[in-house]
């Protein structure tokens, strides 16, 4: 049995079959899609370098997410379902109502977060061990001097790529360390 993203996401991609598989790669370059993903990069690449592809640059939980909607748009809806089931069991995903107010709660404030900001190393800490941001992101927000800068870059750049998944452990985070703050936006 598969416990972490990485083997969900190249077990549901080995579940492809070649056409599909082509199929996958190929919306991983669609413009519309804003992935941002040159099709030289993609272009001959194996499950294995696809997955490696997508949380490298993504990060896990927020390749879980693209896997996802790149199933359904190829209409892989069995393969689809089979992913979001075993990440759901092991707990690696975030579903319900409580989970998209809280995403839209940061997407709400973000601006009040951001002018607020204190204590935000201890917020890049948690993320990173979390996975939700990497060490390069790690290492380039912390460059920052000012913490509102560095809450703004957290936001707007660092967690657009893990999608609410991201925003959802920020959250969290920020009600575990600034609940006084977080309670004061209105958050519950």
Do not use: H
């Not at 560095?150 to 998944?165: K, N, W």
């Amino acid at each position: 049995m598969s416990s972490s993203i990485r083997d969900l996401l190249l077990e549901a991609l080995e579940d492809l079959d070649s056409q599909q598989f082509k199929a996958f790669t190929w919306k991983l370059t669609d413009s519309e899609l804003d992935l941002r993903i040159p099709r030289g990069v993609v272009e001959g690449r194996d499950r294995v370098d696809i997955v490696n592809l997508l949380i490298g640059r993504f990060t896990e939980n927020r390749a879980l997410e693209i896997t996802l909607q790149l199933l359904k748009i190829i209409r892989a809806n069995q393969v689809a379902e089979d992913l979001e089931t075993g990440a759901r069991v092991r707990g690696l995903c975030a579903a319900g109502g409580d989970a998209l107010k809280k995403a839209a709660f940061i997407d709400d404030k973000w601006a009040e977060l951001v002018q607020r900001a204190t204590g935000v190393e201890a917020v890049l800490d948690v993320l990173l061990s979390r996975r939700m941001i990497n060490d390069e992101q790690y290492s380039e927000i912390c460059s920052e001097r000012i913490a509102q800068r560095m809450m703004q870059r957290l936001i707007r750049e660092a967690l657009r790529a893990s999608g609410d998944s991201g925003k959802i452990v920020l959250y969290d985070v920020l009600m575990a360390l600034q609940p006084y703050m977080m309670k004061d936006l209105g958050a519950s």
